[in-house]
């Protein structure tokens, strides 16, 4: 896809780093393992919220308490914005002004819709979980239909969505490129410590090879 899908999703400031190549936009939100989704309340006030997210085909799905009174407003059909940004690096440059930082992030724009569809619903709570952790599915307990009711879980279509891209080094002008101070990129990463037992673990239980070798590469 060369061209945004829709204005609100085209790239104004810096519109050279846009990207609307689906299969681009897709690889950035199912390697993030945050998102930000935003709206606008009855009383014309903006929220916004830190949430997981995953994705199943052409699907967003979010998920929170039943008792989140974000989702008790959008879950009817409200229009939302979805943030998902993946900080790569921060981007030294001889000036203060040409700082900056490498980065994915993609925006969605839509209309959220509960999910209460067991089967859809089933789906989603497995496709969560393997979002923050591949393979943990098929061990973890399934949710009870108890938990299930305790869980709202809605879904945004990424037919409005798009992705903008900065990388590489700093662009300076010539006499800033002369000033004697170091420039460049340090690199950044989401990298696992060493896994904590639960204190209450049975000792005949290995830690699995998804804890032990965590990385986000593991992604779909």
Not at 37 to 61: C, E, F, N
Not at 109 to 114: N, V
Not at 148 to 153: E, F, L, N, S, Y
Request: charged share 25%.
């Amino acid at each position: 896809m060369s061209d945004a899908p829709t204005p609100r999703t085209r790239v104004r400031r810096l519109p050279e780093l846009g990207v609307y190549d689906r299969a681009q936009v897709e690889a950035i939100v199912d390697e993030a393992l945050y998102c930000h989704l935003a709206w606008v309340a009855d009383d014309g006030d903006p929220r916004v919220i830190p949430t997981i997210h995953a994705r199943v085909g052409d699907t967003l799905y979010v998920h929170g308490s039943s008792a989140s009174s974000t989702l008790l407003a959008i879950k009817a059909g409200l229009p939302v914005a979805v943030a998902i940004t993946i900080v790569d690096g921060i981007r030294f440059a001889r000036s203060m002004f040409e700082h900056s930082m490498n980065y994915r992030t993609v925006v969605v724009f839509g209309i959220a819709q509960e999910v209460t569809d067991p089967d859809e619903l089933s789906r989603v709570f497995t496709a969560i979980t393997e979002q923050v952790a591949p393979g943990r599915s098929a061990d973890a307990r399934p949710p009870t239909p108890d938990e299930i009711r305790q869980t709202t879980i809605v879904k945004i279509p990424l037919d409005e969505c798009s992705a903008k891209v900065s990388e590489g080094f700093p662009e300076e002008s010539d006499e800033d490129l002369a000033l004697d101070v170091w420039a460049g990129i340090l690199p950044l990463r989401i990298a696992p410590g060493e896994p904590l037992d639960d204190p209450l673990l049975r000792p005949d239980i290995p830690r699995p090879a998804y804890v032990t070798a965590w990385h986000r590469d593991d992604v779909r």
